[in-house]
């Protein structure tokens, strides 16, 4: 098994070269790896994350251990350029750098030249390699914010390979508990049901929000409808809905902004009543709908909103449903949700709603547009849950630093 996992950690090296001919990702990807130089340390401290969304998740506990231990050095890593990128010169770290591809030769230079003494890494990314080095060097690997379902490769009859990675796994620290009866299932005891990271980190920002006085002004004393995270399927719709609510304000957050996208986007909307927030000026708040083509406001922006779409249930799964449902409001989502607890539980209590086609967002945000009471019970009940769902830092916390005097 591990002969055909190399193979094919060759073949996908070799798959994304060939996408960086004509993919700008992909070219960030084999471009920042051949060109980093990875500084030694005499020991440090390891986050890994897969992209932006695992950082935001992990960084209530990266800024807790960057407290606590202030002499000792921090690295983070990412595998997707949507993290490094954005993350690189993050004050949470003393040096960032891509994941080396995971090869034993890549993992063991890595470790052995920023020699961690503990690694973290959050709710994804198994790879056997880097799993296997810190094994054979006795350092502590810790799993933050994990969530396992019965159809991942560990559970199936194929999976030895990855369930030995499990076990060299120090401690588990899981979303909830059937993540935790499905690693005792594999063998694996040593789990702590800590909840999602991502309950402080969503509940943190919405108590301080960063103040966006342009979109205030934008906002006005209208209603103001927030597309978050969203693809060209989400737009489609969510296009119709502005004709449909001329009199309501929109704000959408393309989860990808290059000119292309925005351009393409922009294509979709009235052009006499839309504008990019780079052009933004208080002589164009008349205009009803706001593109945001940077990435970092988001989070801040749902503070000023009514209603929240989330993007990505028509493609590989909905993004962060948290982030807006921390600031009281109700959530709409498309179909492909049922992989994330957060969103089936929001559904469950009625504060997230699915819709799978253009007639069912329509109806789905004009009612809760027209409703005020059904909105704002929707929204507390969506504030509440994160409320209640706070906490898991500090239990990851604990536990690391009654075994780790640094």
């Known amino acids: 098994m591990l002969f055909i996992y190399n193979i094919g950690i060759r073949i996908y090296y070799l798959l994304i070269s060939i996408a960086a001919l004509f993919n700008k990702k992909a070219a960030l990807w084999i471009k920042g790896r051949r060109g980093q130089i990875v500084q030694p340390l005499p020991s440090s401290i390891w986050f890994h994350f897969a992209s932006l969304g695992e950082f935001e998740q992990g960084r209530p506990v990266l800024e807790r251990m960057r407290e606590m231990y202030t002499g000792k050095p921090l690295v983070v890593t990412f595998f997707s350029p949507s993290g490094y990128e954005i993350r690189k010169n993050t004050p949470l770290a003393d040096a960032v750098y891509y994941l080396p591809l995971d090869t034993a030769k890549n993992a063991a230079g890595f470790i052995t030249t920023i020699k961690p003494q503990m690694a973290i890494f959050t709710k994804y990314e198994y790879w056997y390699h880097y799993f296997d080095q810190l094994h054979k060097a006795h350092v502590p690997l810790y799993m933050i914010s994990g969530i396992f379902r019965p159809g991942q490769v560990f559970f199936k009859w194929n999976g030895g390979l990855h369930r030995r990675m499990l076990k060299m796994v120090t401690w588990f620290f899981v979303q909830d508990i059937a993540s935790k009866h499905l690693l005792h299932d594999a063998g694996a005891t040593n789990v702590t049901i800590s909840g999602d990271t991502r309950f402080d980190r969503v509940w943190a920002n919405a108590m301080q929000p960063r103040q966006l006085q342009d979109i205030a002004l934008f906002k006005g004393n209208n209603k103001l409808f927030i597309a978050g995270s969203t693809w060209p399927a989400d737009e489609q719709l969510v296009a119709e809905l502005i004709k449909a609510q001329p009199k309501s304000k929109f704000i959408i957050a393309p989860h990808e902004i290059s000119e292309e996208k925005i351009t393409g986007l922009m294509r979709l909307l009235p052009a006499d009543s839309t504008v990019r927030y780079s052009q933004l000026t208080s002589r164009q708040t008349p205009a009803n709908t706001l593109i945001i083509d940077n990435i970092g406001m988001l989070s801040a922006l749902y503070q000023y909103a009514e209603i929240a779409y989330i993007g990505g249930g028509f493609g590989v799964g909905i993004h962060n449903t948290l982030e807006a449902a921390a600031f009281g409001m109700p959530v709409i989502f498309g179909p492909k ?70």
């Open 337 to 406: 949700f049922e992989k994330f607890k957060e969103a089936r539980d929001l559904v469950e209590l009625g504060a997230g709603f699915v819709i799978n086609n253009e007639e069912e967002l329509l109806r789905t945000a004009r009612q809760l547009m027209d409703d005020e009471q059904l909105s704002a019970a929707a929204g507390a009940t969506a504030k509440k849950y994160v409320g209640d769902n706070v906490g898991a830092t500090e239990a990851i916390i604990k536990y690391i630093t009654s075994k780790h005097k640094l």
